[in-house]
């Protein structure tokens, strides 16, 4: 009698072994990591701004600065004449760029180019000190005349903004504390003798351009423009306290 026996196929064995697992689990890990690795640098694009305001502001400064510098060269006695005509034309060139700028920053530009949105804009900016100075740096840069004491209203007000731009940010430089700390400070809290200083400088720049006109390089045009922007000057609220 013969037995016949049922042979069953082994079966593999579809548990997964502990190796294994630890495998996936480290690659699960790997990849988590590796994304949140990928991240961080998205957040240079949220700060993005601010190194270009400063910038802008850095810029402006640099102008300031240049015009200190090269009306302080303008006005030394001992320097050659064709020099110092030539620095105080780049210094008048320099308050051009540095107060277009600043009235453009602030009050931008007009809306539409007619002439309702013109005048408009001419009105809101005609008071400001920017646009007063603008005015006096664009009459005196076109001149013939080579007048040295121009330069001296554009010292102060050079003198005045790289000041302030110091005091707000190198307070923490120690080369500001040692050396530019207290020269700023007698700038800032001193802003009314410079403001004086400057239109002491003003009104005789008015009479050498009356004068001028009794000779070869006379402009009348240049001369009673000059003097509308002394009678701004006078009543404009931000400088008639000092003229």
């Known amino acids: 009698m013969s037995t016949t026996g049922s042979i069953q196929p082994s079966r593999p064995d579809i548990r997964s072994s502990p190796s294994a697992s630890s495998e996936n689990v480290r690659a699960r890990n790997s990849g988590s990591s590796s994304r949140s690795a990928a991240s961080p ?14 910038d802008a502001r850095t810029i402006h400064f640099s102008v300031n600065a240049w015009v200190l510098v090269v009306a302080g060269v303008g006005m030394l ?8 005509d030539r620095a105080c ?16 920053s602030t009050y931008g530009k007009p809306r539409e180019l007619n002439m309702p ?13 920017d646009f007063i100075h603008l005015m006096f740096s664009l009459l005196l840069v076109t001149s013939q005349l080579h007048l040295k004491i121009a330069a001296l209203p554009v010292f102060c007000w050079a003198l005045y903004h790289v000041a302030r731009f110091l005091r707000r ?16 400070l007698w700038v800032d809290t001193n802003n009314t003798t410079l403001s004086l200083l400057s239109s002491n400088a003003e009104l005789p720049l008015g009479f050498l351009l009356i004068i001028s006109l009794f000779s070869w390089q006379r402009n009348f045009m240049q ?21």
């Open 41 to 54: 640098p998205a957040a240079p694009q949220a700060g993005a701004a601010n190194p270009l305001r400063f």
């Open 77 to 84: 006695p001992m320097l050659p004449k064709h020099l110092a």
């Open 89 to 104: 034309k780049l210094s008048l060139l320099g308050t051009v760029l540095s107060s277009g700028y600043s009235l453009y």
């Open 117 to 129: 949105a013109i005048q408009s804009w001419l009105q809101s900016v005609l008071g400001a000190k």
């Open 169 to 184: 940010n190198f307070s923490r430089s120690s080369f500001y504390r040692g050396y530019l700390e207290e020269p700023c």
């Open 223 to 243: 001369t009673f423009m000059y003097s509308n922007v002394l009678k701004v000057m006078y009543r404009a609220p931000v400088t008639s306290s000092y003229h």
